[in-house]
């Protein structure tokens, strides 16, 4: 694939104070178009900027928009590396398929990625827990209101240097439990990365959040009863010795920090478990003490403990409040492979 090079006339300066997540971003970004009859075309690295898109657009009416999230990361030897790259192209075209979105060839989407990562490596920040955020994301761009099969589609990618995705660092988080809203049901959107996804979340969001608690906790769209997941992570649980997991059922989100938590603990000699895990179960372990540990699993996080669970007005400790010792293993063997620290047995890392 023949990409394209815009380059900016207009270098910005680079932010290395107070990153934070997702605000600040690279000069270029990353562009290709589909159309039915053409297929992929104009590949182009381009100056970052404003898209200009047809009020009409599928995008604006019908939400027709997929995405991903991963990051780049600067080695102590200061070489800029991706981890498990080809899990986000293979989700993403998942993703295309259920909402009727064009896929891309693997090769093709990974090459996207590592060549826009490397015009734009200096972006790249040097601190402790810094990575260039990848937001890959593709959406319906045919300039019409019916509705029909998605004739024109746009692929973007831009980048952000950001900073460690929780404010207070490694810290327990609080959760509640959303009792009414449901985010995903079986046979739904559930597993694809779509922003629709995240709107039927907003609401009980917002009322966690006002509630001071940093994220919500699916219960399963059907009985409301079983545990899916959390806002942007998936959730494991140390129950009695044993790590579970809610299984892939289709309604929630096939996570690859997920995967790779499960590869490692399973090599480990671990005792884990995926499959169903109801409420009533885990707040059970709760009180009578076996639940030694929370965390919730994803790109941004990586792993994030979990200190306070919130169900039906009551508030429930895990651990102490405190970060349990399967939480911090898992955060400093992925986090160490992540950043070059620790030796990649599995081949997860790809060099740019
Ligand atoms: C992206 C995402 C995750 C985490 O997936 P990773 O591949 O581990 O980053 C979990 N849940 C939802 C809803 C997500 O959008």
Redesign the pocket.
């Known amino acids: 694939m023949e990409i394209r090079i815009e380059n900016t006339k207009t270098p910005g300066v680079k932010v290395t104070e107070n990153l934070g997540f997702g605000k600040h971003f690279t000069d270029h970004m990353f562009m290709m178009d589909y159309n039915v009859e053409k297929g992929w075309y104009d590949a182009r690295i381009v100056p970052f900027g404003n898209l200009s898109l047809h009020p009409a657009a599928t995008v604006f009416h019908y939400g027709a928009e997929i995405f991903e999230?991963l990051k780049a990361y600067r080695t102590a030897d200061g070489s800029v590396q991706l981890f498990r790259p080809i899990?986000?192209v293979r989700?993403m075209n998942n993703s295309a398929e259920r909402l009727q979105l064009p896929t891309m060839p693997e090769e093709e989407m990974l090459q996207a990625i590592t060549e826009f990562v490397k015009h734009e490596q200096d972006w790249v920040p040097y601190g402790a827990g810094e990575s260039l955020y990848l937001r890959p994301f593709l959406f319906g761009n045919d300039e019409a209101l019916g509705v029909h099969g998605i004739q024109n589609s746009r692929f973007v990618i831009i980048a952000s240097p950001s900073g460690s995705y929780y404010k207070e660092g490694i810290n327990p988080v609080k959760i509640m439990i959303e009792k009414d809203d449901v985010r995903a049901v079986r046979g739904g959107t559930g597993f694809a990365?779509c922003g629709g996804?995240y709107a039927a979340a907003n609401r009980a969001g917002a009322r966690a959040e006002e509630k001071g608690y940093t994220q919500v906790l699916w219960l399963d769209g059907v009985e409301r009863k079983y545990i899916e997941?959390?806002?942007?992570?998936?959730v494991m649980f140390k129950i009695a010795g044993e790590v579970v997991t809610p299984m892939l059922s289709g309604s929630?989100?096939p996570?690859?920090?997920?995967k790779s938590c499960l590869e490692l603990l399973r090599e480990e000699g671990y005792k884990v478990s995926e499959r169903l895990l109801s409420v009533d179960e885990l707040l059970e372990a709760c009180k009578n003490g076996t639940l030694e540990e929370a965390w919730g699993?994803?790109?941004?996080a990586v792993v994030s403990p979990i200190g306070k669970l919130s169900f039906d007005g009551v508030e429930y400790i895990v651990n102490n409040n405190e970060i349990g010792k399967t939480t911090q293993h898992l955060y400093d063997t992925l986090t160490g492979i992540q950043w070059g620290r620790v030796e990649d047995k599995h081949g997860w890392i790809v060099k740019i």
């Open positions: 999230g899990e986000n989700r990365k996804n997941e959390v806002g942007a992570m998936n929630i989100l996570g690859i920090t997920r699993t994803g790109t941004a």
